[in-house]
């Protein structure tokens, strides 16, 4: 999986926190560090799990770009405001996989394999709500 956060202590401890759960991940700090990797990488990436708001770049506009060189990426965004907020202010379509921050470790595998299970044409867990 590809996980995109400009914070570096928020990539680097959920990037720690996916790989104890068995997860290989690639991290890049912007949109245009990540489309490089990609391009580099030059092996199927299953999921971007991408900040919403970062500069230059939106994770939905990275999303859209991924989705060009990788089509059929799953997409997980993740941001510090309110699922409500985000979609109210039209910075992502109702619907979309959503992870608010914080997270738990064991939250955050769950909703990534939720993802990943629905792209596989699997029944996905039933969600749960993090306390």
Do not use: C, N
Request: proline content about 5%; overall charge positive.
């Amino acid at each position: 999986m590809l996980l995109v956060e400009d914070d570096r202590r928020v990539r680097l401890l959920a990037s720690e926190m996916l790989r104890m759960h068995g997860y290989t991940v690639l991290q890049a700090r912007d949109g245009r560090d990540a489309l490089d990797l990609i391009r580099q990488h030059g092996q199927p990436i299953h999921l971007l799990l991408t900040d919403v708001v970062m500069p230059e770049m939106s994770g939905r506009q990275l999303a859209k770009w991924v989705a060009d060189i990788q089509p059929g990426i799953r997409v997980l965004y993740m941001s510090g405001y309110t699922d409500g907020v985000i979609a109210h202010h039209g910075v992502l379509d109702a619907g979309v996989a959503y992870l608010q921050k914080p997270f738990t470790a064991d939250f955050l595998a769950r909703k990534v394999r939720e993802v990943l299970d629905a792209r596989a044409g699997r029944r996905p867990a039933r969600p749960t709500k993090e306390a």
